[in-house]
């Protein structure tokens, strides 16, 4: 054997030697890609389902959504119309309301302020009466 054929098979066993050091990391980092692929099967399988429920679940909330649209619409058509019947309450009845009100005001005054004027003369008279007899 030549110092060629030495090398060479020295050389050989190295390179045998570095595959087999590489091969096993090479194993692990295919085990780790296998168990990647498996979790992102699952997840993805896990997904689906939850995904169904939620667009379910939207599908509701949309159709509650134009529940509450319909509803609140109504609300401002009621609200439109109550405000119009009250203008045209306070217009129709507003002015002889408060009229009647002054009037009767008026009057409760008047009663009270002879009632108050009769007073002060009986107490007039009765004071004149009492002076006269003594």
């Known amino acids: 054997m030549s ?7 020295v050389a050989a066993g190295a390179f ?3 595959v087999i050091f590489l091969a096993f990391p090479l194993m692990k980092l295919g085990r780790v ?3 990647a692929t498996l979790t992102i099967r699952a997840t993805r399988e896990g997904t689906e389902p939850l995904l169904a429920s939620a667009q379910t ?8 959504l134009d529940n509450v649209d319909a509803i609140s619409k109504d609300v401002a058509n009621m609200t439109t119309n109550a405000a119009a019947l009250t203008s045209i309450v306070s217009s129709t ?27 002060v003369d009986a107490a007039r008279r009765s004071r004149r ?6």
């Open 33 to 35: 890609l296998d168990e």
């Open 57 to 64: 679940t939207i599908t509701s909330v949309n159709s509650q």
């Open 3 to 9: 110092a060629g054929e030495i090398a060479g098979v």
């Open 93 to 119: 009845l507003g002015g002889p309301l408060i009229k009647i009100a002054a009037f009767s005001y008026g009057v409760r005054r008047t009663i009270s302020n002879r009632r108050d004027e009769e007073a």
């Open 16 to 18: 045998v030697l570095l």
């Open 129 to 134: 009466a009492s002076r006269r007899s003594k």
